[in-house]
């Protein structure tokens, strides 16, 4: 969501608190305030709106595939707002708060991605029922999101404590909400049509949708910018980011992986695994996130924050050719002097990627979807929008991760 968008929001919008990252991990346990894009009074108990209701439905069990919504079991009564209409009142240890959570992040990432497209997404299952159905607590130990649904049941336990509901997680009902997000704005190939590509760009996209929407809290760009001084894009390269951020999704946006080093596009998509599927999707995740990355080292240049010399070290510490350590010392002086030109810096370089990729999304179609076509739309759409400006830097991610015209599937292999 563009920047000014989103604090015209903390003027107009309906309060709520969400846990940024797990609550076990010490600098997200406090949850923060959010602001939705609905105004205080426009969003009734449940909490529920035009777009979307939460159920919290007893003992359920996860839907069977045949099964669609609504619940028609037992259910705990509505949570309802406080008297100023705003939703920050539960306490964090209720369970009451688990049901907000995941109203108020689901509503999050939808209203973040409805900022970039500027308009209101319709749910591909709006044929079936117009809202989607929310339900947090369900006797299962994962998540999903289905046609006109989601649920979320538990992971796995830490040491000895209690599991802990993925309706507390950001990241988990980000990229289930991109999903939905995917159906809608892509929609959905016949069997005939169907690719590797399709189910492997959909993680791949779902995990991005996660990624932009957690950059979009304060804490997270302050915990990663200030945990590698500012310099994201050696630590990029040379994988240190996964040790620094405690993003789940930075961890698997800033993967190394080449086409020619995850499973073969053309196997069927229903001879690969889960995690199979989602491997294939891992060089387009990668390429996208080096892209945010440069962009956002370009950015600092153009703005002053760092040298064009300083820029020019960082791109040989990253390719090797000179010790990291020559650039850690001055990309620290520079953090240290400016820290907020660097989270400007990221803000925008979000914001770019952002607006691209729901562009792509809403230009591609679903049938024999593959990732040339997915990163030819890329370069197509960045160069009406900005010219020459980042044209090389998304050409060269794309070829580096292999993905592009010049590599046809399994040809790099
Ligand atoms: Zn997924």
Request: contains cysteine; aromatic residues 10%; charged residues 20%.
């Amino acid at each position: 969501m563009p920047v000014r968008h989103d604090e015209q929001l903390r003027i107009s919008g309906t309060r709520v608190r969400l846990h940024p990252q797990p609550r076990f991990m010490p600098q997200y346990a406090q949850p923060e305030t959010v602001w939705l894009s609905l105004a205080p009074g426009r969003i009734g108990p449940g909490p529920a709106d035009g777009r979307m209701y939460t159920v919290d439905a007893l003992d359920k069990k996860a839907y069977a595939p045949d099964a669609f919504p609504p619940w028609t079991g037992q259910w705990s009564p509505p949570v309802t707002p406080g008297p100023d209409g705003h939703f920050d009142h539960i306490d964090p240890a209720s369970r009451e708060f688990g049901v907000v959570h995941m109203y108020g992040t689901v509503r999050r990432v939808l209203d973040i991605w409805e900022g970039y497209l500027g308009y209101p997404v319709e749910w591909h299952f709006h044929d079936l029922q117009p809202r989607l159905e929310l339900i947090p607590y369900i006797d299962w130990d994962n998540a999903q999101s289905g046609y006109g649904f989601m649920e979320t049941g538990y992971g796995k336990p830490r040491g000895d404590g209690p599991r802990e509901p993925f309706c507390l997680n950001f990241d988990v009902l980000a990229h289930e909400t991109g999903h939905l997000l995917m159906f809608s704005l892509i929609g959905i190939p016949d069997n005939d049509t169907l690719t590797t590509e399709f189910r492997g760009f959909h993680e791949a996209s779902s995990d991005l949708v996660a990624l932009i929407c957690a950059l979009h809290f304060p804490s997270v760009v302050e915990h990663v910018l200030a945990g590698c001084r500012g310099n994201l894009y050696v630590e990029n390269e040379i994988e240190r980011i996964a040790e620094l951020s405690p993003t789940e999704q930075i961890r698997s946006a800033s993967n190394s992986h080449r086409m020619s080093e995850v499973p073969d596009v053309r196997t069927p998509w229903d001879k690969l695994t889960q995690p199979q599927l989602h491997q294939v999707g891992e060089p387009m995740t990668g390429a996208i996130f080096d892209i945010l990355v440069e962009i956002y080292q370009q950015i600092l240049v153009e703005e002053g924050v760092i040298s064009r010399d300083l820029a020019d070290l960082a791109d040989r510490a990253a390719d090797g050719s000179i010790d990291v350590h020559r650039v850690r010392e001055p990309f620290d002086a520079a953090y240290t002097a400016d820290p907020s030109g660097f989270h400007q810096a990221l803000a925008r370089a979000r914001d770019i990627v952002g607006w691209r990729l729901a562009q792509v999304w809403q230009q591609t179609s679903p049938h024999n979807l593959n990732f040339a076509g997915v990163a030819a739309r890329f370069l197509t759409i960045d160069r009406r929008r900005s010219g020459q400006r980042f044209q090389m830097i998304i050409r060269n991610s794309f070829r580096w991760r292999q993905i592009g015209p010049g590599f046809l599937p399994g040809a790099a292999r």
